[in-house]
């Protein structure tokens, strides 16, 4: 159930905006240290810390740049202490593989995506994009923005991380420039019209949407037409109370 709606999605997505799905890098490392910089920040950010290692972002030179150093280079994307402790473990992990990316792709993706998990800093989503856009492992990346999709629109694809990513790996075939594009297109689509307040006018979504469709399908523009009534009516009655005084 649910796989043509997903389809419909992808497919629209696709349309709208064209193949994207590219992460932003030169090398498979950058590709590991961006989408941990990424955490909690803009790009623009990790791109203002990538540039300030000048060309010279390899493995061996993280795994044995002093700490304050690191986190004086990585600055500029925030919680750069954590950040700086959390680029050290993923490089100690890979070291682990001889900084060799065929190495990695050798073993099993379950295997690996555990080590990563294992590693402090690394969640289910940094977890994934590593995997899929690094290693080219048919794992789905889960973010706020695929939550906020699949909720809107509507699709029956659960709550947490692991049902949505097991959703949509049962329902799309199991293929990175499937899962790599589907997310691309899913974030792109989330700044473009999907934003926290919906752009719905020249969504490529718009005509197969619910929320698209009838604005009050969507439980949080509910709460928001409720409380700008409150507000309203608490104006009114401030009003009504002025003019007895
Ligand atoms: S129609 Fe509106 S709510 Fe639906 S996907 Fe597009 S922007 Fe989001």
């Known amino acids: 159930m649910g796989a043509e709606k997903l389809k419909e999605i992808y497919e629209n997505l696709r349309s709208g905006y064209g193949d994207i799905g590219q992460w932003p890098a030169d090398t498979v490392y950058e590709i590991m240290v961006g989408a941990i910089l990424t955490q909690n920040t803009a790009w623009t950010n990790v791109e203002k ?20 150093e690191l986190e004086a280079l990585i600055k500029p994307a925030g919680f750069f202490r954590q950040k700086a402790i959390y680029l050290k473990n993923l490089t100690g992990w890979y070291a682990s593989y001889h900084f060799d990316p065929e190495a990695v792709q ?54 947490t991380y692991k049902e ?27 700044k473009a019209h999907c934003k926290k307040k919906p752009v719905c006018e020249g ?32 104006g009114r009655n401030m009003h009504e109370h002025e003019l007895e005084s």
């Not at 856009?133 to 706020?144: L, N, Q």
């Not at 959703?167 to 989330?190: F, G, M, S, T, W």
């Open 203 to 234: 969504c490529p979504l718009r005509a197969s949407c619910a929320t698209g469709i009838d604005p009050f399908y969507s439980e949080e523009n509910r709460a928001d037409l409720a409380r700008r009534i409150a507000d309203a009516k608490l």
């Open 49 to 68: 810390a990538i540039c300030n290692f000048a060309g010279d972002l390899t493995p061996q030179r993280i795994q044995t740049l002093p700490q304050e």
């Open 106 to 159: 050798k073993e099993p993706i379950d295997k690996l995506r555990e080590e990563l998990l294992d590693l402090k800093g690394i969640g289910p989503e940094t977890a994934d994009a590593i995997l899929l856009y690094a290693f080219e492992f048919p794992t789905f990346v889960v973010d706020a923005y695929t939550k906020r999709l699949f909720s809107r629109y509507p699709l029956e694809a659960g709550k």
């Open 164 to 190: 949505i990513k097991a959703y949509v790996e049962q329902r799309l075939p199991r293929d990175v420039k499937v899962y790599n594009r589907l997310h691309a297109l899913i974030v792109h689509h989330a």
